[in-house]
């Protein structure tokens, strides 16, 4: 039954070839991929998650090492682990191949300014849980899908990974799962937060 499983699996997370080819240029780039992201509760029997969830940095969808994004039903969630945290920042129609690497411009095209790109790059989290806890209501850790839409996400896992990547949806499937395109922008020291 496993071999069966993993096999489904596969084939559920399988990326159109047209897409593939589209970007085979960009994924030759380290620190890039293309996936797709299940809708959190439809396909239960898969395990380790079901294929709602994906880390950045260990490019994995499997649930439980620090994952940095989950698609539910209405959208992309971050922070829905612990005391692991995250906040999104949609940055517009911007191929994700003019999605700068640092945090010196703003990306040609966006509808953010340039302080809201700079936060995303120069953001600290804080020393202790107090201070995140009050921090934290003003995250944005929920957006909706958007066909077309390229996002910035900081995801931190405490003590594991503290993430910037950018992704862009390529495409919204029947099932409602998603096929988006990613780049790792910069990786920082995680925190421990006491």
Partial sequence: MTKEIDALEARLLAVPDD???HYRDFLRIPGTGLIRLLPRGKYEFL????GAYYSFSRRTHDYGSGSD??????GFSVGFAGSDYGFFLIIGNVPIENVPTDEGAV???STIGQDEWVRMWTYRSPKDRATLATESRSFQRNIQSQKG?????RSVSIGRSDTLAAFRVERTL???SVVIVWRVLASFQPPNIR
């Fill in 19 to 21: 897409l593939s080819a």
């Fill in 47 to 50: 395990p380790k998650g079901g």
């Fill in 69 to 74: 994004i989950e698609l539910g039903q209405n």
């Fill in 107 to 109: 990306p040609k095209g």
């Fill in 149 to 153: 839409m390229t996002y910035l996400l």
């Fill in 174 to 176: 029947s099932d409602g």
